[in-house]
């Protein structure tokens, strides 16, 4: 569930994951920014921080390229992060050991797909961490972004929601609810004032639309809402259209500290 829809089972859909790879990057090395971000290693004069989480079986490098999406000079002073998630086994896929944040019992990933909140929650830590950290450095809260793909955008929401202070968004691209209504009591008043984004492909065979579909809701339950964004004839990936808008989403949030 990476942007290549990996799901590591047949020899077949792995060739073609190699394939759609090499358009995905090529596609974004022929754009021109507008200007130049700052390196992934470079803290200097950082203002924003923004956080991608990759989909199951991926890897943080192989998301960098997302980056030149992101060319308008609100973003000159912005640090990017792409972990890679640690090696697990993982259900779904026979207990092969692959980058995965948290379990995932089965694939297709439906609304009432069983979860294993225990392995999310530590994914959560993690990802706190990692904010805790740029926080730390002088990064306003409300100008950091966490966004992430399929497992990456289930663990997004995750984090987002169970943070103790308002950041300046989530970003939950054909990802779903990770857990059960009982974590809405764990819900601080200051998570429920962060934006969220919520986008899915109509298409979508590994995680149904109907997952993507109960996000909404259960938001509203926990007393919030989010711009939910549908694309038709997307399947499990991520469409150009969902980046620049991901763009345009982030530079009307960022403070003007940035």
Known sequence: MNLR????RPLAVAAVTITAVTFFVAFLHRQSPASSPLPLSDPMAARSFVLWLHGLGDSGPANEPIRTFFSSPE?????????SAPQS??????????PSWFDIYEIPVTAESPKDENSV???????????DK??????????????????????????????????????????WVP???????????????????WS??????????EAGQAGPPFLEQAGMSCEFKAYPNVSHSIANEEL???ESWIRTRLKSSS
């Open 179 to 197: 857990f059960n209504s009982s974590i809405i009591a764990r819900i601080s008043p200051e998570a429920k004032k962060t934006p969220i984004l």
């Open 89 to 98: 086994p993982v259900s779904c896929n026979y207990g092969a050991v692959m």
């Open 200 to 209: 899915h492909g109509l298409a979508d065979r590994t995680v149904l639309f």
């Open 134 to 175: 740029e926080i730390a450095n002088g990064i306003s809260p409300e100008n950091i972004f966490i966004c992430g793909f399929s497992q990456g955008g289930a663990l997004t929401l995750a984090s987002v929601l169970l943070y103790p202070r308002t950041l300046g968004g989530g970003a939950v691209f054909s990802g």
């Open 75 to 83: 973003f000159r002073l912005t640090k990017w992060s792409f972990p």
């Open 121 to 131: 929650l530590k994914a959560v830590q993690t990802v706190h961490a990692m904010i």
């Open 244 to 246: 620049r808008y991901l």
């Open 5 to 8: 829809s990996l799901l590591l």
